[in-house]
């Protein structure tokens, strides 16, 4: 796998970081966050042109095979799905300069969409509709925040993740080790998802999701789908950098 397809929408990225590209293309984005930025704020020169405000978010949502339980109609994967479509419509219409990407995850993560201007809602639409089902075991949020990640690249833009599982993370390293540099730099958000919240793994997302200013974490468990689809249509609102 070429590194630069990484990037791109399309391929898997392996849980077993320390056997696969992404585990270079992690740190090589570390290094860019890290030491990308002059004293002033700016870009570095190798980098790309920063974009002055707006909001680059990923739609980190879970695909592995408990996904298609069907205590919800027709399946969590299904009430995801629709979610992350209420998420692209509020956002399109208060924040046309907004740009999103998708990511879906199972044992891997998988690049559905870069990110991608959000008043492309078809692109993103179909994006989000094409999700791989059950093509391989096991949770991996590591690859998934790592794939995430990767998206950001320009400083001046405010950066979400909204992070979506039915289960525990149980394939590739402990996300508490990957996910220090993001939680620096990002707001994010963590939705667990199901018949019971004893099915997700409560004590780690609340780890990974972003503090309010009172302390409470940006985490939500959820188990309606039309209630899922109101907390995504909230999480589309206005946000500051953290």
């Known amino acids: 796998m070429a590194q630069n397809n990484l990037l791109r929408a399309g391929p898997a990225v392996s849980a077993n970081v320390s056997q696969n590209p992404l585990r270079r293309a992690w740190n090589r984005w570390i290094q860019c966050v890290n030491g990308g930025q002059s004293q002033s704020g700016g870009a570095s020169a190798a980098g790309p ?104 690249c320009e400083p001046n833009r405010i950066w979400q993740v909204v992070l979506l599982t039915d289960g525990h993370h149980n394939i590739g390293q402990c996300p508490k080790s990957v996910v220090g540099t993001l939680q620096s730099r990002a707001v994010i958000e963590c939705v667990g998802i199901g018949g019971n919240a004893k099915d997700v793994d409560e004590d780690l997302l609340r780890f990974l999701a972003t503090s309010y200013p009172d302390g409470r974490k940006r985490y939500r468990w959820i188990g309606q789908p039309e209630v899922l689809k109101l907390h995504f249509r909230e999480l589309a609102g206005r946000i500051t950098r953290v």
């Open 49 to 152: 042109a920063p974009v002055q405000g707006g909001r680059d978010c990923c739609l980190v949502l879970d695909s592995s095979p408990s996904m298609d339980e069907k205590d919800w109609k027709p399946s969590r994967l299904a009430g995801a799905k629709a979610a992350a479509l209420e998420f692209i419509d509020r956002l399109a219409k208060e924040e046309p300069g907004a740009r999103v990407a998708v990511i879906f995850y199972s044992g891997r993560a998988y690049l559905s969409c870069p990110l991608t201007a959000v008043d492309q809602t078809d692109r993103l639409k179909k994006a989000i509709d094409k999700s791989r089902r059950n093509w391989i075991g096991g949770t991996s949020i590591s690859a998934a925040l790592m794939a995430a990640a990767q998206q950001f």
